[in-house]
């Protein structure tokens, strides 16, 4: 398997052009919903690389990855908080998983279950070998709260890649936007896994998506 990702392949701007037409090639190839899984003893084997998009309950996970793609219902995305309750596996090109996590934090819901969750999040995003990179979003209207810290605890402990994409933008000023960056970048310093740059987006004004886009492709060519 790979090494992990090394300082110098972090600084490659995906906001090159040649990177920007690799992810536009790699997202518009067939992207397919493979499985839902409750248990960490069901999950898929371990076999393509994979990306995981992680967050608060109601985000915008499930958004965000109909955005790459260019779908609209490929992820189901709700307006109930916390539907997404199973980790949901997608093969883009077969070259890499997609995978949409549970959503955190969300208050209402039964509090074994929330314990069930938080255990199948955690056991995943510690033990699965295939994972390359977690995209932890953060609500651009709230910023970043103690369970993304979290979160975050956690990659760093478990030296997992890890990088922050900003949802929802269309919903802030471009002042308030400007300041949630850098209150995240400020925060990020002190994350040893966590990758320099952060990234703004809507699903809804399709903004930042095509950087993601470049970012994950980059990713995947290094694998
Ligand atoms: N305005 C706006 N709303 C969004 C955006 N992304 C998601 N939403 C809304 O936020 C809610 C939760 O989105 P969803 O993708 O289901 O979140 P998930 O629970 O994290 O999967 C839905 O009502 C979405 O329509 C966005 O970029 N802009
Ligand atoms: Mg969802």
New binding site residues.
Partial sequence: MTEGISAEKDLVPAESPEWLEKGRWLFAQVCVFLRGCTDFSNLLPESLSEVAFA?R????????INALVGRHNLAR???T?G??QEINFFSLNDQIYLV?LP?YGYAEAPRDKVSAWNRLIRDYLRGRTTLKRVYV?IDSRHGIKANDQEIFKLLDDAAMSYQIVL??I??ISEKALEQCLQQTQELLKKRPAAHPVVIA?????NKGIDLLRAEIAALSNWL
């Fill in positions: 967050g309950s109601n985000v915008g996970k499930s958004s965000l995305a709700s307006n908080p539907r997404t949409d959503g979003l949802t929802k269309d919903k987006t809507s699903s809804e004004k």
